[in-house]
């Protein structure tokens, strides 16, 4: 028997043992499950079955299934609108459904049984927000799931799939993307977990079973399908000529592209070949004896139209409005059905989010939004995201992320960031990778070899490798990646003279990084290392030779013959490095990312985290796995890690009340931070409508010129004159288990006229779009007229060592906020507040319902937290919820700059402001108007 070394992947056979022993262990509670308690399980099944004790390793079954048990997933939450919905799904109604039963039995062959539980919760709760397929007459319901970027979407509706059949839809439609890699790869795994046959073919004696199939193939059940997973495979004139669809008990599926001459086709062929009646008003061509469900998968892609849409004089959108081919087509698609079903799903659902709820036109009926819910998946603890990777704002700056992120400097002259097509990337004039990209690839190399020692030999790894979206850039990154990688396999292979130096640099690189950041992991107990034994690098050596000659080298265009065939090497694991650009970043999953060298620049929200494949699970490896990119795209990921992070906490708290779809619409489309997502393209300019209530605005980056930095002094020295008395200095606030106390002086009941004075006369950098003082004052003051925002609390907060006075004879010390990069024109920092602040203005009884609030949000989804921790204190949007629609709070600073930022000498401290808006209905929103070369500049391309 095999001893494999850290994190053990089961075998078949351990894998019929760990689903016994699970099975077991879900009829004693939580808290007995010991590994005492599992290890006589184990025994208690292997005296069962003797024959299975020698072919078992028992070390990899207990840690497997002490893997499962700490493992946990939170609830969904929902926004809903129930007009015209009929509730339908009972226990009754699923009893004997076969589609789903051979779906959930095959997924917990790799998933905990909690995990499958959830999973059947989480699409019972979708399904039943759809309408029931057997209820007759005209209905029409419009849904979007909202979950985490490479996070098990597809799994998820797949189990829609599977129970939409079992209930009666007849007519299957999942639209996979733009490109035929990510259709291919989409119907292989429908084809796994609702066909359970290889769509190799339409030819039933040449059915190979496969996934669900292995657990029930029965003929009589067998779904029918109208494309496969070959290139060529999407719905074609052939397909549309030589069938039609006859009402019957199996269901149909069909998974095509978002291309216009696909969706054309298949539009001419429902109406043609399909239809059974004609619309009374319209004379349209209508399906009325076939339910239709329309999965769109990556929702915000290509589906949205970006069009502008006129209005008339009362808000009502144009009928005659042209929408763009894609979104057009969908709606058409739609309304062909008397009975249909739309769920879309989206990582980034912002797109989503800014169609205009009553946009309808004459040939396409209603717009995309999604008017009957949205519902936001929760995350699973062993979800690696944004907040787990680049951390969350905290009490003193930023939680620090996992140990991942490695910033890189040298690539330059290699790839310039605005390289055009044609450009032939070299390092300071060589044919030859930048010493960070050989670094990275030494790592894939590393990574292979220890998965191999850990017993994952035949588990997927993957490299992703994202520097140019042109297609002949990545042919020349394609050739200098291989080169290396067959140099170094050459080298680690003959050992006969020259491998002297990889090596060194191997055992390098294992020495002083992972064998680091593994022991920094199991530190602070990352899920999956707490049964991590050290591997010696004479282990990792045997290894070295054989992990770089599994390596391929792939270059990824979008045709289904460049897909990943993970499907294809499930016994063996394939070992790839994929090169590409725009066809890596939506939906297209990489099995076993482990090392990402990343480079593209888009500043846009949806497209830089969909850009963010190394997001996902990564059971027993996370610690090999490397993110290589630059400081400003970290920067920015830990700006959308916060920004993402707000607005689910804000959509906890919508779903707790009770909230409709439209709700959280308004709240996404005025949102300061998330404004930018390429839905709000426009020709000539981009005009946002922004919205600060429930939000927080605070100064983080700073004017560095001397008159400016005068001209705030004064500004505030003005706004502390007519403040008059405040409350006695420290500022003290009971608190369940001892008061909280701040430096510094507060004001209450102040005037709306005094803050708006105070925001007219600060000058902003023209950098801080979130804390923009004019605009901010619009806001106040727009507010002021529907009585909200009118009574406001100042607090002038002091931290730190050195005193600063002003004249008005406030003495303050002053917070030291190190620079966060280095810019000659400004001065930034990573966070102006301390979170606790923000909650300076409420009493005791407020502040506890807001800690209720915080925790009750937090429990329901602790899997997306970055250390599973429960909170102790309130969050900002809970702060906000619980505060009057009438008072605002004004937070004042005096900040000293570090030497290095080179500020003339005779400067005052530099003055900063937050701004902590309550949440309010009034749905006011003030305009900020770009051109489109800013535009461009600022936020990059698409």
């Not at 970027?149 to 439609?173: E, L, N, R």
């Not at 400004?826 to 915080?854: F, H, N, Q």
């Given at each position: 028997?095999?001893?494999?070394?850290?994190?053990?992947?089961?075998?078949?056979?351990?894998?019929?043992?760990?689903?016994?022993?699970?099975?077991?262990?879900?009829?004693?509670?939580?808290?007995?499950?010991?590994?005492?308690?599992?290890?006589?399980?184990?025994?208690?099944?292997?005296?069962?079955?003797?024959?299975?004790?020698?072919?078992?390793?028992?070390?990899?079954?207990?840690?497997?299934?002490?893997?499962?048990?700490?493992?946990?997933?939170?609830?969904?939450?929902?926004?809903?609108?129930?007009?015209?919905?009929?509730?339908?799904?009972?226990?009754?109604?699923?009893?004997?459904?076969?589609?789903?039963?051979?779906?959930?039995?095959?997924?917990?062959?790799?998933?905990?049984?909690?995990?499958?539980?959830?999973?059947?919760?989480?699409?019972?709760?979708?399904?039943?927000?759809?309408?029931?397929?057997?209820?007759?007459?005209?209905?029409?319901?419009?849904?979007?799931?909202?979950?985490?970027?490479?996070?098990?979407?597809?799994?998820?509706?797949?189990?829609?799939?599977?129970?939409?059949?079992?209930?009666?839809?007849?007519?299957?439609?999942?639209?996979?993307?733009?490109?035929?890699?990510?259709?291919?790869?989409?119907?292989?795994?429908?084809?796994?977990?609702?066909?359970?046959?290889?769509?190799?073919?339409f030819n039933e004696e040449a059915y190979t079973v496969i996934g669900v199939g292995e657990i029930d193939a029965d003929p009589a059940i067998r779904p029918n399908f109208a494309t496969t997973r070959s290139e060529k495979g999407d719905f074609n004139s052939g397909v549309a000529k030589n069938f039609g669809i006859t009402p019957e008990?199996?269901?149909?599926?069909?998974?095509?592209?978002?291309?216009?001459?696909?969706?054309?086709?298949?539009?001419?062929?429902?109406?043609?070949?399909?239809?059974?009646?004609?619309?009374?008003?319209?004379?349209?061509?209508?399906?009325?004896?076939?339910?239709?469900?329309?999965?769109?998968?990556?929702?915000?892609?290509?589906?949205?139209?970006?069009?502008?849409?006129?209005?008339?004089?009362?808000?009502?959108?144009?009928?005659?409005?042209?929408?763009?081919?894609?979104?057009?087509?969908?709606?058409?698609?739609?309304?062909?059905?008397?009975?249909?079903?739309?769920?879309?799903?989206?990582?980034?659902?912002?797109?989503?989010?800014?169609?205009?709820?009553?946009?309808?036109?004459?040939?396409?009926?209603?717009?995309?939004?999604?008017?009957?819910?949205?519902?936001?998946?929760?995350?699973?603890?062993?979800?690696?995201?944004?907040?787990?990777?680049?951390?969350?704002?905290?009490?003193?700056?930023?939680?620090?992320?996992?140990?991942?992120?490695?910033?890189?400097?040298?690539?330059?002259?290699?790839?310039?960031?605005?390289?055009?097509?044609?450009?032939?990337?070299?390092?300071?004039?060589?044919?030859?990778?930048?010493?960070?990209?050989?670094?990275?690839?030494?790592?894939?190399?590393?990574?292979?070899?220890?998965?191999?020692?850990?017993?994952?030999?035949?588990?997927?790894?993957?490299?992703?490798?994202?520097?140019?979206?042109?297609?002949?850039?990545?042919?020349?990154?394609?050739?200098?990646?291989?080169?290396?990688?067959?140099?170094?396999?050459?080298?680690?292979?003959?050992?006969?003279?020259?491998?002297?130096?990889?090596?060194?640099?191997?055992?390098?690189?294992?020495?002083?990084?992972?064998?680091?950041?593994?022991?920094?992991?199991?530190?602070?107990?990352?899920?999956?290392?707490?049964?991590?034994?050290?591997?010696?690098?004479?282990?990792?050596?045997?290894?070295?030779?054989?992990?770089?000659?599994?390596?391929?080298?792939?270059?990824?265009?979008?045709?289904?013959?460049?897909?990943?065939?993970?499907?294809?090497?499930?016994?063996?694991?394939?070992?790839?490095?994929?090169?590409?650009?725009?066809?890596?970043?939506?939906?297209?999953?990489?099995?076993?990312?482990?090392?990402?060298?990343?480079?593209?620049?888009?500043?846009?929200?949806?497209?830089?985290?969909?850009?963010?494949?190394?997001?996902?699970?990564?059971?027993?490896?996370?610690?090999?796995?490397?993110?290589?990119?630059?400081?400003?795209?970290?920067?920015?990921?830990?700006?959308?890690?916060?920004?993402?992070?707000?607005?689910?906490?804000?959509?906890?708290?919508?779903?707790?009340?009770?909230?409709?779809?439209?709700?959280?619409?308004?709240?996404?489309?005025?949102?300061?931070?998330?404004?930018?997502?390429?839905?709000?393209?426009?020709?000539?300019?981009?005009?946002?409508?922004?919205?600060?209530?429930?939000?927080?605005?605070?100064?983080?980056?700073?004017?560095?010129?001397?008159?400016?930095?005068?001209?705030?002094?004064?500004?505030?020295?003005?706004?502390?004159?007519?403040?008059?008395?405040?409350?006695?200095?420290?500022?003290?606030?009971?608190?369940?288990?001892?008061?909280?106390?701040?430096?510094?002086?507060?004001?209450?009941?102040?005037?709306?006229?005094?803050?708006?004075?105070?925001?007219?006369?600060?000058?902003?950098?023209?950098?801080?779009?979130?804390?923009?003082?004019?605009?901010?004052?619009?806001?106040?003051?727009?507010?002021?007229?529907?009585?909200?925002?009118?009574?406001?609390?100042?607090?002038?907060?002091?931290?730190?060592?050195?005193?600063?006075?002003?004249?008005?004879?406030?003495?303050?010390?002053?917070?030291?906020?190190?620079?966060?990069?280095?810019?000659?024109?400004?001065?930034?920092?990573?966070?102006?507040?301390?979170?606790?602040?923000?909650?300076?203005?409420?009493?005791?009884?407020?502040?506890?319902?807001?800690?209720?609030?915080?925790?009750?949000?937090?429990?329901?989804?602790?899997?997306?937290?970055?250390?599973?921790?429960?909170?102790?204190?309130?969050?900002?949007?809970?702060?906000?919820?619980?505060?009057?629609?009438?008072?605002?709070?004004?937070?004042?600073?005096?900040?000293?700059?570090?030497?290095?930022?080179?500020?003339?000498?005779?400067?005052?401290?530099?003055?900063?402001?937050?701004?902590?808006?309550?949440?309010?209905?009034?749905?006011?929103?003030?305009?900020?108007?770009?051109?489109?070369?800013?535009?461009?500049?600022?936020?990059?391309?698409?």
């Amino acid at each position: 028997m095999i001893r494999r070394q850290g994190v053990n992947m089961p075998t078949a056979t351990e894998q019929k043992v760990v689903k016994i022993v699970s099975e077991l262990l879900d009829e004693e509670e939580r808290t007995s499950r010991t590994p005492g308690l599992i290890s006589e399980k184990i025994d208690l099944v292997l005296g069962m079955h003797p024959k299975w004790r020698d072919s078992v390793d028992i070390r990899s079954i207990l840690d497997e299934i002490i893997r499962r048990e700490a493992f946990w997933i939170g609830q969904d939450a929902t926004l809903r609108n129930d007009n015209g919905h009929e509730a339908w799904l009972t226990a009754s109604r699923k009893k004997d459904w076969r589609y789903w039963q051979r779906y959930r039995e095959w997924i917990e062959r790799r998933l905990p049984l909690d995990a499958v539980d959830a999973l059947d919760a989480s699409t019972d709760s979708v399904l039943a927000l759809l309408e029931d397929p057997e209820r007759d007459g005209f209905w029409s319901r419009r849904g979007l799931v909202v979950g985490h970027v490479q996070s098990g979407k597809t799994g998820h509706y797949s189990g829609i799939v599977c129970k939409a059949a079992d209930a009666g839809y007849k007519i299957v439609i999942v639209l996979a993307g733009l490109h035929n890699n990510l259709r291919s790869q989409t119907q292989m795994r429908l084809d796994e977990a609702f066909l359970g046959y290889k769509t190799t073919a339409f030819n039933e004696e040449a059915y190979t079973v496969i996934g669900v199939g292995e657990i029930d193939a029965d003929p009589a059940i067998r779904p029918n399908f109208a494309t496969t997973r070959s290139e060529k495979g999407d719905f074609n004139s052939g397909v549309a000529k030589n069938f039609g669809i006859t009402p019957e008990k199996r269901p149909w599926l069909f998974v095509v592209k978002k291309n216009k001459t696909v969706l054309t086709r298949l539009l001419g062929w429902i109406k043609n070949h399909v239809a059974n009646g004609r619309d009374q008003e319209t004379g349209r061509p209508l399906v009325t004896n076939l339910p239709f469900l329309l999965i769109d998968d990556e929702a915000d892609h290509a589906s949205v139209d970006t069009k502008e849409i006129e209005f008339d004089e009362n808000g009502k959108p144009d009928e005659e409005h042209e929408p763009t081919a894609i979104n057009r087509l969908i709606r058409r698609l739609l309304i062909s059905f008397s009975r249909s079903a739309y769920v879309g799903y989206t990582a980034t659902p912002f797109a989503n989010i800014f169609i205009h709820e009553q946009n309808t036109t004459k040939e396409e009926g209603p717009d995309l939004f999604p008017s009957s819910f949205i519902i936001s998946l929760a995350a699973p603890s062993n979800y690696i995201g944004p907040a787990r990777v680049f951390g969350l704002r905290g009490e003193s700056g930023r939680d620090a992320g996992l140990p991942l992120v490695r910033h890189i400097s040298d690539f330059d002259s290699w790839m310039p960031s605005r390289h055009k097509n044609g450009h032939v990337p070299s390092h300071h004039g060589e044919d030859r990778l930048p010493p960070s990209l050989q670094n990275a690839v030494l790592s894939f190399i590393l990574a292979c070899a220890v998965r191999r020692v850990r017993g994952q030999e035949a588990e997927h790894c993957s490299m992703l490798i994202h520097v140019t979206r042109f297609t002949s850039v990545q042919r020349y990154v394609h050739s200098q990646v291989d080169e290396f990688v067959r140099q170094s396999r050459q080298r680690l292979l003959r050992r006969t003279g020259g491998h002297e130096e990889i090596l060194a640099a191997l055992r390098d690189l294992w020495e002083a990084d992972f064998v680091a950041t593994t022991k920094q992991m199991v530190e602070v107990q990352v899920e999956d290392l707490s049964n991590h034994i050290e591997i010696p690098w004479s282990d990792i050596d045997n290894a070295l030779a054989d992990a770089a000659t599994d390596i391929q080298v792939r270059m990824i265009n979008g045709s289904a013959k460049d897909a990943l065939d993970y499907a294809e090497n499930a016994q063996t694991g394939l070992k790839v490095i994929a090169i590409g650009g725009e066809k890596l970043s939506r939906g297209l999953t990489l099995e076993g990312l482990t090392i990402s060298y990343f480079l593209r620049a888009s500043k846009m929200y949806d497209t830089l985290m969909q850009m963010g494949r190394w997001f996902g699970y990564r059971p027993g490896y996370i610690d090999l796995c490397r993110l290589y990119t630059t400081r400003e795209l970290t920067e920015w990921f830990e700006h959308i890690a916060d920004a993402s992070e707000e607005l689910r906490e804000e959509f906890d708290f919508m779903a707790a009340s009770n909230g409709t779809p439209r709700d959280y619409g308004l709240k996404v489309q005025s949102h300061p931070t998330l404004m930018v997502t390429s839905s709000i393209k426009m020709r000539t300019a981009r005009e946002l409508e922004l919205s600060f209530s429930g939000s927080l605005s605070e100064t983080v980056t700073f004017r560095k010129d001397l008159p400016a930095i005068q001209h705030n002094i004064r500004a505030i020295e003005r706004l502390l004159s007519s403040l008059g008395t405040s409350e006695q200095s420290p500022i003290i606030r009971s608190r369940p288990g001892g008061d909280h106390t701040w430096q510094g002086f507060y004001w209450n009941e102040v005037s709306a006229d005094a803050i708006i004075n105070f925001l007219d006369n600060y000058k902003s950098h023209s950098e801080a779009k979130k804390a923009n003082s004019q605009l901010l004052s619009q806001f106040v003051t727009a507010l002021n007229r529907e009585g909200e925002l009118t009574q406001w609390s100042v607090g002038l907060i002091g931290g730190g060592d050195e005193q600063h006075t002003f004249e008005t004879g406030h003495s303050v010390k002053m917070l030291k906020r190190a620079e966060h990069g280095q810019h000659t024109d400004r001065y930034s920092i990573r966070r102006l507040m301390s979170p606790r602040d923000e909650a300076v203005d409420l009493d005791e009884a407020d502040w506890v319902r807001a800690l209720e609030k915080t925790q009750e949000a937090f429990r329901a989804d602790a899997g997306r937290n970055s250390d599973g921790s429960e909170p102790n204190s309130p969050n900002g949007p809970a702060i906000r919820l619980v505060r009057p629609k009438e008072r605002g709070v004004l937070l004042l600073y005096t900040v000293k700059a570090d030497e290095k930022a080179k500020l003339p000498a005779e400067a005052p401290p530099l003055i900063g402001f937050g701004v902590s808006f309550p949440s309010s209905s009034a749905g006011v929103r003030v305009k900020y108007r770009v051109n489109n070369v800013y535009w461009e500049q600022e936020y990059g391309g698409f």
